[in-house]
């Protein structure tokens, strides 16, 4: 079973940008598309980004879009998530995940991390 671990969360002001990692234990780690979702206090989970297994084809929801740019770099086994002009409502727990295909649930998650956006 792929490993995968986040970093790069923490305590950033409203405007401010963040690159958030997610290195996966596994060679196979170019086999699976690739997923980032977020939890809000509160609220379901949601999906925020995915990216095709080559880094060819990205999906963004709407609320990132323009904002938060998804890719991949695989000799490293790791996905990045950059995510700029954040605002207080991109507070959240956010997770990486893998999947076969952009659009298909995640089959194996990470262990989230924190980003908090003040005001």
């Known amino acids: 079973q792929i490993q995968l671990v986040e970093s790069g969360g923490g305590l950033v002001q409203a405007g401010d940008s963040l690159r958030l990692s997610c290195a996966a234990s596994e060679r196979t780690f170019s086999n699976y598309a690739m997923d980032w979702f977020r939890q809000a206090p509160g609220k379901e989970r949601e999906f925020v980004a995915a990216?095709?297994?080559?880094?060819?084809?990205?999906s963004y929801a709407d609320s990132v879009k323009g904002r938060f740019t998804i890719s991949r770099d695989n000799p490293k086994n790791t996905v990045y998530l950059q995510m700029n002009s954040l605002q207080p409502e991109d507070t959240a727990v956010y997770y990486c995940a893998t999947t076969r295909a952009i659009g298909v649930p995640p089959l194996y998650w990470g262990q989230g991390t924190q980003v908090t956006v003040s005001s």
């Open positions: 990216i095709s297994r080559g880094g060819g084809r990205t």
